[in-house]
């Protein structure tokens, strides 16, 4: 799976360009604040249909313009396909191939992403969410049916806890079974879901950290053992545990339990990367599991995800700049970077010059 090219219109401080990209390294350059980053946001939210910095999507329209349009013509193994979106300040649509997408999930599983930065260091150093946000986004481009019974869970469960801050209790007690019936199914499925995917990304990431480091530091991930079992069996024991718990989470005004608390161990060297972690080794975990995303995207789809690091090589020593540059031979990579040059190493790429929301070409 490829992108061929992109066109960006009042989005971010695009006013109106146009940018091919080619098979291997395509790399993006320039100063500081020129709109590197936001070429790459760009690529990802045609993506998945999300920003990876905002979440708001009028906070991509250009200042000044009513809307902004970005569309990209891409290649995978069924063939040539055009994916657009419009962006108003009241909302959004996209099209596939001059079709309009009704819904949100069928905007996931045309084009495959996977998408790194300095902020994704987060996934290692802050709360669950962070861990959770990442599984979402990932297994949801895989899998439709993930990302709808993710979305019906988290609106019953909204549901859930606003019942539990009513006052009247009678009411309380009635209606809760009947809410938990519905979310224990989606439940269950999320949980699955989560389960088989981090069975696979777990030594795929510990073989793309030992390629990073050249075998000196390991990496472990490992999910909660709460939530094993199949689809059946999790929707009875979250049934039941959530029954065994009324008072508890009436008394909390929230549900204390379920998938949304869901969370996942990572551990460097054999010791919690979030408390011990140095770093260097947190931000070398973090792109081993994006790695490890990517393999898993090619394991599943059958074709390499575009591959988005953002202003990644600034934040890595030279021999792991190498590896880095060395493993992403083979697939499509968008690189950002402020020097081109000073990250190649040797190897042929597509580099694109941005200055002030436009392309020029030219050297380093």
Not at 9 to 38: D, H, M, P, W
Not at 45 to 64: N, V
Not at 261 to 287: C, E, M, P, W, Y
């Amino acid at each position: 799976m490829r992108i061929k090219k992109l066109n960006l219109k009042n989005f971010r401080n695009y006013a109106e360009e146009s940018i091919e990209f080619t098979e291997g390294l395509n790399v993006l350059f320039g100063k500081n604040a020129q709109g590197k980053t936001n070429c790459a946001e760009a690529v990802f939210y045609l993506c998945t249909g999300i920003s990876p910095r905002c979440k708001r999507d009028k906070q991509l329209i250009k200042q000044g313009a009513d809307c902004a349009e970005i569309s990209a013509a891409a290649e995978g193994r069924y063939g040539n396909m055009e994916i657009s979106a419009r962006i108003t300040e009241s909302g959004r649509e996209f099209k596939l191939n001059g079709n309009k997408i009704t819904r949100n999930a069928d905007i996931l599983g045309n084009l495959f992403s996977v998408f790194f930065s300095p902020q994704e260091l987060r996934l290692i150093q802050d709360g669950p969410d962070e861990r959770r946000r990442f599984i979402n986004v990932s297994v949801s481009q895989l899998s439709r049916p993930y990302y709808t019974a993710l979305s019906r869970y988290n609106k019953i469960l909204e549901q859930r806890n606003n019942l539990l801050k009513n006052r009247n209790l009678d009411l309380v007690y009635d209606s809760l079974p009947v809410w938990d019936e519905q979310m224990c199914k989606y439940a269950a499925v999320v949980a699955c879901k989560r389960a088989e995917y981090i069975e696979m990304l777990s030594p795929l990431a510990a073989e793309a950290h030992a390629f990073l480091t050249d075998g000196a530091e390991s990496l472990k991930i490992s999910p909660e053992k709460k939530y094993k079992g199949s689809e059946k069996e999790l929707e009875a024991r979250l049934f039941d545990e959530l029954s065994n718990n009324y008072d508890r989470d009436i008394r909390l005004g929230y549900t204390a339990s379920g998938p949304h608390r869901d969370d996942v161990d990572i551990v460097v060297n054999g010791l919690d990367a979030k408390h011990f972690a140095s770093q260097g080794q947190t931000r070398t975990a973090a792109l081993s599991i994006k790695l490890a995303e990517v393999e898993i995207f090619k394991r599943l789809s059958g074709e390499y995800p575009v591959l988005i690091l953002d202003d990644v090589m600034s934040e890595l020593d030279l021999p792991r700049r190498k590896k880095l540059v060395e493993r992403t031979s083979g697939l499509q990579t968008v690189l950002t970077c402020t020097h081109a040059e000073r990250v190649l190493y040797g190897r042929e790429a597509n580099k694109i010059r941005i200055e002030g929301g436009a392309v020029r070409r030219g050297r380093d």
